[in-house]
């Protein structure tokens, strides 16, 4: 297991000498063969390692998988936190799922203890088998090339997934060989899940009438369309800005060069589209997406289609994209916003493309980024400045006007605005001697 692991790390370039790891760590076999394996090559990666678990208050006994993790992880003498909160609460009280609420709060608490112990990266410990049995829940529900690439090893928020490579027999296996006795949840054993049907019923049937080797397959299969989508994804991303023309309030696509693009680009280029208005594309159908396209192709003169709080409208040779304010939300574009954390000498190096991203001193920016619009009373320091100044006298001074002013993105930590989007960023963020970490922010 160590080897396969240590493999994944370097091919996939999840951990670098002396990083930070945060593990997320249940107390079951994944997670503590995790947190073993990686204390075992704690000294040939010179890394350290801090510890979280949640304690979900589902189970009667979820409080022993708490007391196991604190144990073990002081037997390995590794820091760890260990956190309980209601999830069923949670989830009731915000009218999602129980699964939805655990992973929302279980992200929170890793981002939380990333930033208080200056970490790198957070591992989960996802495996070889739920990367086949997610991509065959995604086929049974239908998706397309994307969803058919499976889980990723590495996420653009530093979370990446070690074990992604390691199947769960061996996973027993180096538990049985190392006396780790992990901690078993019955609820994965019922198969009133999705995923735990899959699991215990699916794969085994196939397993037994089909291919043996079901899980290698799938796993493989998944690795050759990741390919293949890298590229068009690649390909379509370096075409939207030659036909796409991004502003605010009202975007413009080239409809032209769009008709002389391959139907599967079309369809990629409009999800990116999308994206980069709306901040994410979640409840974006293959009926939407369709929709979209022939409202194109048709160009029928002042025809509209709707699409939450996004417009999409022909206009001669083009067609513009913009948003309803009366209905769009403050938050819109919440998911938007790609980040990276670096070390200072590694920033020095990095070169801003463009006015979509900047760098900020990482350890001034307090509680949680957000994306949102102006308000009343809004005020920042700009870049170059000392005192803080209106955000309303800031444009006139630029001479933004005043139908472009309610629709320009403001990036703000807990308490202040730390970056006008496509202006400036808040003086009092700024790179200094005396920076240790940067973090890169881009709007994408």
């Keep these: 297991m160590l080897k396969i692991l240590l493999d994944t790390i370097n091919r996939e370039k999840l951990i670098s000498i002396g990083d930070g790891v945060l593990i997320g760590v249940s107390g079951g076999p994944d997670s503590i063969s995790l947190l073993y394996a990686l204390n075992e090559l704690r000294e040939k990666l010179d890394i350290r390692i801090v510890v ?48 939805e609420a655990g992973r929302i ?21 996802q495996n070889k088998n739920d990367q086949a049995e997610t991509v065959l829940m995604r086929l049974i529900r239908g998706t397309g090339l994307k969803g058919l690439t499976g889980i990723e090893y590495k996420r653009n928020d530093g979370v990446i997934r070690p074990i992604l490579d390691v199947d769960r027999k061996l996973i027993e296996k180096y538990c049985e060989d ?6 078993r949840d019955y609820t994965n054993f019922e198969d009133v899940y999705f995923r735990n049907k899959v699991r215990l019923n699916l794969i085994p049937y196939i397993e037994n009438e089909f291919n043996v080797n079901i899980i290698d397959k799938t796993v493989r299969t998944s690795s ?41 680009i079309r369809k990629r280029l409009i999800r990116l589209i999308v994206k980069k208005i709306n901040g994410d594309i979640n409840d974006l159908s293959f009926n939407d997406i369709e929709s979209i396209n022939r409202l194109i192709i048709n160009n029928r003169q002042g025809a509209k289609f709707y699409w939450k709080n996004v417009i999409f409208e022909t206009e001669y040779s083009e067609l513009k994209i ?16 790609d980040l990276k954390i670096m070390e200072a000498s590694e920033a020095a190096h990095c070169q801003l493309k463009n ?62 605005i730390v970056w006008v989007y496509g202006f400036s960023i808040n003086d009092n963020y700024k790179i200094t001697k005396k920076t240790k970490k940067v973090i890169a922010l881009k709007l994408v």
Aim: aromatic share 12%.
């Design 105 to 125: 709060e279980r992200y929170r608490l890793f981002n939380e203890v990333r930033k208080k112990e200056n970490l790198d990266v957070i591992a989960i410990a």
């Design 178 to 183: 190392n006396n780790l006795n992990p901690r």
């Design 52 to 99: 979280v678990h949640l304690n979900h208050l589902f189970r009667d006994d979820a409080y022993l998988d708490a007391n196991y993790v604190k144990k073990i992880s002081d037997s390995l003498n590794i820091k760890s936190y260990i956190f309980e909160k209601d999830i069923s609460l949670m989830a009731k009280e915000n009218g999602m799922s129980f699964e």
């Design 224 to 264: 050759i369309l990741r390919g293949d989508e890298d590229f068009l994804e690649k390909y379509t991303s370096g075409l939207v800005n030659e036909i796409f023309y991004f502003d605010l309030p009202k975007s413009t696509l080239d409809r032209d060069r769009y008709l002389n693009l391959h139907l599967a």
């Design 322 to 337: 913009y948003i309803d304010k009366k209905n769009s939300k403050e938050d819109y574009l919440s998911k938007n916003l």
């Design 355 to 416: 006015k979509n991203e900047v760098f900020l001193d990482y350890e001034k920016i307090e509680g949680q980024l957000s994306i949102r619009y102006r308000k009343n009373g809004d005020s920042f320091v700009p870049y170059g400045m000392n005192t803080h100044k209106k955000l309303s006298r800031y444009f006139i001074d630029k001479k933004v006007a005043k139908d472009l002013r309610d629709f320009v993105p403001l990036i703000c930590d807990k308490d202040n």
